[in-house]
């Protein structure tokens, strides 16, 4: 057993750029937690084969990698464009075209038919994430005219989105070929979607009742990427198993400058509700192209850590970057160094004041208190590691919401519960084999063995998984031998 060189999780964007064994090997050294396959880009044949690879590079490195799907979702997109990238320049007059390629280099596509319904002259269109900006002269039958305000280079895939929030079909945020990536990856053996564009939590369910309908049952990732998201929040953290701050779409479906208090928000309700919370997009955005990130990209991840995130994300960074495995090692070193000094620079989200004495006292539970006497007992004792066996993964995600500074260490013999605790900060997860180890003392002895305890020193241990019992409802201070 080694300990990882930080708490907080990484997850990382796999595309042409790190889907070589390989280079996905030295992400995994490097510190990458969590694989994440984005089904807008790229074909089935291809994502299974990064499923492959991700598969033999983690058994290669002997380190256990999580993959997520990120479904597609109902956003508009550019289809694929003749020469890539396209470059955009100020004021020139461009086409956009309703199709969903084109071999004419000075078209762009659009993978939407009813495009020009959408419009009228004067709106502005927003391509990729807002980068760059076109205004509306002419519309047509099947094509839109626009003059390009603010250029730039444009690769395919690329979404695009309205002034004032349009831009996403006005179906639900389960679209058919969501449900066909589900089957996609139901069919590879993975169960771990994130769901884009969210609405409400009756979303998820109805992810969650298609995947029973093969028997199988999945764990849902909600991206927050709209306002409607945001007004149903809790009903969706509560539905959830996790939750991502998708800040690409949000910053342009929501004003931009509202985004830092809407990611404050997020962390802090999916904390009270110990849902595992990943903060995304544009987080060392300037590493897609320099070996250096810039000192506002580095603080917005250590802030995002000191606000309560679980994991951070990559995007372009790791997908299309050059420097793949620099931006993962660059990542951990904020993180671990952010990590040290979290006590004595505080935090913005004090959960425990909102447990003793806030409006979390009132609907306090006996497992929030349980808790809440780990996390009294870490402190006070200056305990470096909490034993918890569990099957759904709630008593360690429950600690893991304090942000504390002892490592977790969880036992399951769940081999989903395992997987999903690869988005919680400070959980090392171990599977173990039969119903015996959950014992106390047969955990006791593998981390006796592990050597990462030394001969005298006090661990916290909660309660051992028992048949009939649900929760855990107690905890035990001993000293190892
Ligand atoms: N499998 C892939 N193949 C090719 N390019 C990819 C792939 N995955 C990601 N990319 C590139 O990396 C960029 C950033 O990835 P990201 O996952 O944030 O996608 P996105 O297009 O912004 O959409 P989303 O809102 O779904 O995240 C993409 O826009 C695309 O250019
Ligand atoms: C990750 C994602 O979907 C976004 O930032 O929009
Ligand atoms: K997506
Ligand atoms: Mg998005």
Not at 194 to 211: G, L, N, P, T, V
Not at 258 to 278: C, F, H
């Amino acid at each position: 057993m080694t300990l990882p060189g930080q708490k907080t999780k990484i997850v990382c964007t796999i595309g042409p750029a790190s889907r070589s064994r390989e280079v996905l090997a030295r992400m995994i050294l490097a510190g990458m937690n969590v694989a994440r396959l984005n089904l807008s880009h790229g074909t089935f044949d291809e994502h299974r084969e990064n499923i492959r690879s991700i598969r033999t590079a983690a058994e290669d490195a002997g380190l256990p990698v999580t993959i997520l799907l990120d479904l597609p979702g109902p956003k508009i997109r550019i289809g694929t464009l003749a020469q890539e990238p396209m470059m955009l320049q100020k004021d020139e007059t461009v086409t956009l075209v309703s199709a969903p390629a084109t071999d004419d280099p000075a078209l762009i596509p659009v993978d939407f038919e009813q495009l020009p319904q959408l419009v009228s002259p004067g709106s502005i269109i927003f391509l990729s994430d807002g980068f760059i900006q076109l205004r509306v002269d002419e519309v047509a039958e099947h094509e839109v005219r626009a003059q390009v305000v603010v250029g730039g280079p444009l690769l395919s895939r690329k979404g695009l989105s309205l002034v004032g929030g349009g831009g996403i079909l006005a179906v639900s945020a389960l679209t058919d070929r969501d449900l066909e990536c589900i089957e996609f990856g139901l069919a590879e053996g993975l169960d771990t979607f994130s769901i884009s564009f969210i609405e409400r939590a009756e979303d998820i369910r109805k992810a969650r009742e298609y995947a029973a309908r093969s028997g199988k049952s999945i764990r849902v990732i909600a991206k927050i990427e709209r306002q409607e998201a945001l007004l149903h929040l809790d009903e969706i953290l509560r539905e959830t198993d996790g939750v991502m701050i998708a800040r690409g779409d949000l910053g342009v479906q929501i004003p931009i400058e509202e985004v830092p208090s809407a990611q404050k928000q997020i962390i802090q309700k999916a904390n009270i509700l110990g849902r595992p919370v990943i903060t995304a997009t544009q987080m060392l955005m300037s590493m897609t192209d320099n070996i250096r990130p810039t000192r506002a990209e580095v603080t917005d991840v250590a802030n995002a850590i000191l606000d309560g995130t679980d994991a951070v994300m990559l995007s372009e960074e790791t997908s299309i970057g050059k420097y793949p495995v620099e931006t993962v090692a660059m990542m951990a070193k904020i993180a671990r160094s952010t990590e040290m000094k979290r006590t004595s620079v505080g935090t913005g989200c004090n959960l425990l004041d909102y447990f003793r004495v806030g409006r979390g006292r009132e609907k306090i539970t006996i497992n929030d208190v349980v808790s809440l006497n780990v996390i009294e007992a870490l402190d006070a004792l200056g305990i470096r590691f909490v034993l918890t066996p569990t099957r759904s993964g709630n008593t360690p995600r429950n600690i893991s919401r304090f942000k504390p500074e002892a490592w977790i260490l969880a036992f399951t013999r769940n081999p989903g519960t395992l997987k999903f605790l690869a988005f919680s900060y400070g959980v090392c997860p171990f599977l173990i084999r039969s119903e015996k180890e959950y014992w106390h003392g047969a955990i006791l002895d593998s981390i006796r063995d592990s050597e990462l305890i030394r001969p005298g020193e006090r661990v916290v241990l909660t309660e051992g998984v028992s048949p009939g019992r649900e929760g855990t409802d107690s905890l035990i201070i001993l000293t190892v031998d």
